[in-house]
């Protein structure tokens, strides 16, 4: 039992700070702004987390709110069925460039990006051999578990019928995104509701960069994504690892 609660506290510290806080309000929405040392956290603590590299992430979620339950929306149930969208187990053919070319200018997300798989077994590796078994189940597989349950609930039950939902429930597992009626009324925002623990660490977050980049500007920077157009073709997209994920 001992196990299951730690898991489950484990799962609230990831889902605050990463998921809801990193890859949705920060990544996919700029709902506030913060510098590149949380940015390195959200990059490696998402390895223990099933929301995978950034850039598919943020571009499935931008292209969700582009097409909200029309056939375009890559994990609307009403299209694509209530089970893979629980599961997170929904198909996506590809994403546009200029629906993540913020990302694509973003040097620290596109070497993740290029080098996610190395991380993750090497993450998966040293939990494995550093921890206990029970502990390497805590730490390293149930977030894996919650992530499904937690944020595929958003995805298949906060839709329903073609209409957007608000569902106080989900927030005990996806750390305030079952306001989710809220969320696409001002996806912009960085509070969805009263009981909004994400919110909280945001602002947080905010504060702590603003201070640190006046107190210290050389240590805390704030990202620049100033990189000319140009330097994005370096790299052609069809070298990376999930290709077929990216068009043109």
């Not at 990831?14 to 949705?24: D, E, F, I, Q």
């Not at 929904?90 to 070497?111: E, P, S, Y």
């Not at 995104?177 to 909004?196: F, M, Q």
């Amino acid at each position: 039992m001992e196990y299951v609660i730690l898991s489950f506290i484990w799962w609230q510290i990831l889902s605050v700070t990463v998921v809801s806080s990193g890859y949705h309000r920060y990544f996919a929405h700029r709902a506030f702004n913060a510098s590149k040392w949380y940015e390195y956290y959200v990059l490696f603590l998402g390895t223990l987390t099933a929301s995978g590299p950034q850039l598919g992430w943020v571009g499935v979620h931008r292209l969700h709110h582009n097409h909200t339950d029309t056939e375009n929306d890559p994990h609307s149930p009403r299209f694509h069925g209530f089970i893979p969208v629980l599961t997170s187990t929904f198909k996506v053919k590809a994403i546009k460039h200029r629906v993540i070319k913020d990302l694509l200018r973003n040097k620290r997300v596109m070497w993740y990006y290029r080098n996610h798989m190395i991380i993750r077994c090497g993450t998966a590796l040293a939990c494995f051999v550093l921890l206990s078994f029970p502990m390497f189940l805590v730490v390293f597989v149930s977030p894996i578990i919650y992530s499904y349950i937690g944020f595929g609930s958003i995805n298949a039950l906060c839709h329903k019928k073609g209409k957007v939902i608000n569902l106080m429930w989900v927030n005990l597992l996806a750390a305030g995104e079952g306001y989710h009626k809220n969320h696409h009324e001002d996806p912009r925002s960085w509070k969805l509701g009263a009981y909004d623990p994400s919110a909280w660490f945001s602002g947080i977050i905010f504060l702590f960069s603003c201070c640190s980049f006046f107190v210290f500007p050389q240590a805390f920077p704030f990202p620049d994504y100033s990189v000319a157009q140009r330097e994005l073709t370096l790299t052609p997209i069809r070298t990376f690892s999930f290709q077929d994920h990216f068009g043109n």
